[in-house]
């Protein structure tokens, strides 16, 4: 069974920075995202890394935050700059089997997901 561990989390104030780091146990062979649950929304995609190192990024963080990931295509980093208390919520690594042609649209297209980490930005 795949285990996806997130670290990096953590408070920082309006303006600061943070690193999420998502480790897998293996490759699972498809796209890598990172979304995030804020306190009674749904949970929404954030960044992604497709085939071929294609980057996809939502709207609220294009600019702000950057995702990459290593060679082996086991670690996903998402490297959060100029935070805002609208980026407050829980943060999920996700992984799927296959390659997604729209990335950060359903959370039912990943078979695997971290446990999550808190992001607080206070104002």
């Known amino acids: 069974q795949v285990q996806l561990v997130e670290s990096g989390g953590g408070s920082v104030q309006a303006g600061g920075f943070l690193r999420l780091v998502c480790v897998s146990s293996?490759?699972?062979?498809?796209?890598m995202a990172w979304f995030r649950q804020a306190p009674g929304k749904e949970r929404e995609g954030v960044a992604s890394?497709?085939?071929?190192?294609?980057?996809a990024y939502a709207d609220s963080v294009k600019g702000r935050f950057t995702i990459s990931q290593d060679n082996a295509k086991k670690t996903l980093t998402l490297q959060m700059n100029s935070l805002n208390p609208e980026d407050t919520a829980v943060y999920y690594c996700?992984?799927?089997?296959?390659?997604?042609?729209?990335?950060?649209?359903?959370?039912?297209?990943?078979?695997?997901w971290g446990q999550g980490t808190q992001v607080t930005v206070s104002s």
């Open positions: 293996e490759y699972t062979g498809g796209t």
């Open positions: 890394m497709g085939k071929i190192g294609m980057p």
């Open positions: 996700a992984a799927s089997n296959r390659w997604l042609l729209r990335p950060l649209s359903s959370e039912d297209d990943y078979n695997y």
